[in-house]
């Protein structure tokens, strides 16, 4: 199981190419699509649920395209994943929501907790301009 599913490592794609090009106005969705390797629909689809979140914004005409809504210092990793396949988990005992009967009892789950802790706070903390600042 993967925790970033494949449609979230290619959102995180497009908007490191986004903050790339920060600044120097809007890329076409084809023009992300093929420097990121993602077929022009799905990086139609994603880049739809990235503007819905106001992590982009669309600009229409010849020109148009998408840009970052924020700066990349302003727009952290856990924010884009979060938007493309919901909230981020190791296993489900640690969403806290009685999924799992154990979970008062379990050992591992006091791990995968601080687990889940450090993961969350190290994308959370991270910002596409940190990214790009180690060489995109």
């Known amino acids: 199981m993967d925790i970033i599913r494949r449609n979230t490592d290619y959102a995180l794609r497009a908007m490191v190419h986004l903050a790339n090009c920060y600044g120097s106005g809007p890329e076409s969705t084809k023009t992300i699509a093929t420097a990121e390797n993602v077929s022009y629909q799905l990086c139609c689809k994603l880049m739809q649920k990235l503007n819905k979140a106001g992590l982009v914004q669309s600009c229409m005409g010849v020109k148009g ?72």
Do not use: H, W
Not at 70 to 75: L, M
Not at 85 to 92: A, C, D, K, T, Y
Not at 113 to 136: A, R
């Open 65 to 136: 395209g998408f840009e970052l809504s924020r700066d990349p210092a302003q727009i952290d990793l856990l924010e884009i994943i979060e938007t493309i396949q919901g909230p981020l988990s190791v296993n489900r005992c640690v969403l806290g929501q009685n999924a799992c009967e154990n979970e008062a009892i379990c050992p591992v789950c006091v791990k995968l907790s601080e687990l889940q802790g450090d993961m969350t706070s190290y994308l959370g903390n991270t910002s596409l301009q940190d990214v790009i600042g180690l060489g995109g």
